[in-house]
């Protein structure tokens, strides 16, 4: 089945910046694996003969880049790079940037929803409409028939949730609907542990340990003794959860190169001990200081999400550039940016929940002795703090290696830090915002 070829990388950097490391770029990029030319698609980053990662088509139809949608859309938003590259933004920070500044686009005319008053983002075109509607298709399919994902009173907000939108709207540059898939599975895999273990749908912090080790299991197979192998690969049926990241895994497997799957797998694991802290404070009736629940907050995060950008995006950003320090505190910068827009977003509707739910502005509130309006308005400059970071070293990084695998992942980063707000913003049907303006 023939794959939409994708657009070339293009890169925002002066001439005399993107000489810099091209031994280092030619060496990295002959490893670069392009997932989808197992497939039939040309790659957009330059390879060389490597060995190509396989992925599992199915047989629904692939619904093509071009139908529907807005040119930026389609081709994978370019100017995503552009808008990293050109560094922090405010007063006293021109002289940091690589590029001219551009300034945001204006969103599109069908976006639903408000943004946070004073909240800084990068507004999104409308995700493309006919592969939203193929993706909710599908994955409801998948979670139907697949995986037995929920009973039948959970499935308005099931559709609700809108992971279709959601998906599409992060991952602009996927070049089918099956590497899209890749995605929204895991992304529903992972809010079924949260719901079921964690949270509304009968979640409890007792014993919560067990059952996320047990979970993980399903990520990162158990190797044992042959006479117990049976009863642990039964337990992966054993409820919806398990189910689900078994499944979902299974697809990332065959799609991915090792060490992508590797790195998933690890970065599922620090979001199991960040639900284990919340979980923690739960038990102990505990208000944490602000600075643990961030830290808390880096492990049980959006991670895996924005890690697998190039998975998505069919192509491989090697082990080596992935680990490097300066990218993982990119990662690491953009996934707290993207969890604290959770916070501030989900806010009135954990205030309706049930219990005592921890969010940045309860945890201000409770620990700095503000009112909830100061606290929240608190929280948004700590977000706004966090994603001008994000991008300032999302701008260094690409001055210091400027190959192309590295900057089509921190444009594929940005997108979904882009697209992750861009959803919270428009899904009325889950957020509204409180009465604080």
């Not at 976006?111 to 909710?136: A, F, K, N, Q």
């Not at 090697?318 to 996934?335: F, G, T």
Request: charged letters at 20%.
């Amino acid at each position: 089945m023939p794959v939409p070829e994708l657009p070339p990388v293009r890169s925002s950097l002066p001439e005399a910046v993107s000489r810099l490391g091209t031994t280092a770029g030619e060496a990295a990029a002959a490893r670069v694996h392009d997932l989808g030319a197992a497939v039939g698609a040309s790659s957009a980053v330059p390879t060389g003969p490597v060995p190509s990662v396989g992925l599992p088509l199915g047989p629904p139809p692939v619904v093509p880049p071009s139908a529907g949608g807005t040119e930026a859309a389609r081709t994978g938003s370019a100017d995503g790079l552009e808008r990293l590259l050109s560094g922090p933004h405010g007063l006293g920070t021109a002289g940091l940037r690589l590029t001219p500044r551009e300034e945001p686009r204006a969103p599109a005319a069908t976006e639903r929803g408000r943004p946070v008053p004073g909240l800084y983002h990068h507004p999104i075109p409308e995700p493309d409409p006919g592969r939203v509607d193929e993706v909710s298709r599908r994955i409801k399919a998948w979670a139907l028939d697949e995986v037995s994902l929920y009973p039948e009173e959970w499935e308005e907000q099931f559709d609700g949730f809108s992971v279709g939108r959601y998906m599409v709207g992060c991952h602009p540059d996927a070049p089918t609907v099956d590497h899209l898939m890749l995605a929204t599975r895991l992304m529903v895999a992972e809010n079924a542990v949260d719901d079921c273990y964690c949270e509304d749908h009968g979640g409890s912090p007792i014993g919560l340990g067990e059952r996320l080790l047990l979970a993980h299991t399903a990520l990162d197979p158990l190797y044992t003794a042959r006479e117990y192998q049976p009863d642990w690969a039964a337990s992966l049926h054993a409820d919806a959860p398990r189910r689900a990241y078994r499944s979902a895994m299974d697809y990332f497997v065959r799609a991915a190169a090792p060490s992508q799957a590797d790195r998933l797998r690890h970065d599922m694991a620090r979001l199991h001990l960040g639900y284990l802290a919340e979980a923690a404070w739960a038990q102990q009736d505990q208000v944490p200081e602000v600075w643990e629940y961030l830290a808390m907050r880096q492990f049980n995060n959006f991670r895996p999400c924005p890690t697998i950008t190039d998975t998505v995006g069919g192509y491989e950003l090697p082990a080596d550039l992935h680990a490097r320090a300066d990218m993982q505190k990119v990662i690491a910068l953009a996934s707290n940016a993207t969890t604290i827009v959770n916070d501030l977003y989900s806010y009135t509707k954990e205030l309706d929940a049930p219990g005592r739910h921890l969010n940045l502005p309860v945890v201000i509130a409770e620990r700095e002795g503000l009112s909830d309006k100061d606290a929240y308005l608190k929280s948004v400059e700590i977000h706004n703090e966090l994603m001008r970071d994000f991008e300032t070293e999302a701008a260094a990084l690409a001055a210091a290696c400027p190959l192309p695998s590295v900057h089509r992942f921190l444009r594929g980063v940005a997108a979904w830090v882009d697209g992750n707000h861009h959803w919270h913003q428009s899904n009325t049907y889950r957020y509204s915002l409180p009465d604080f303006w």
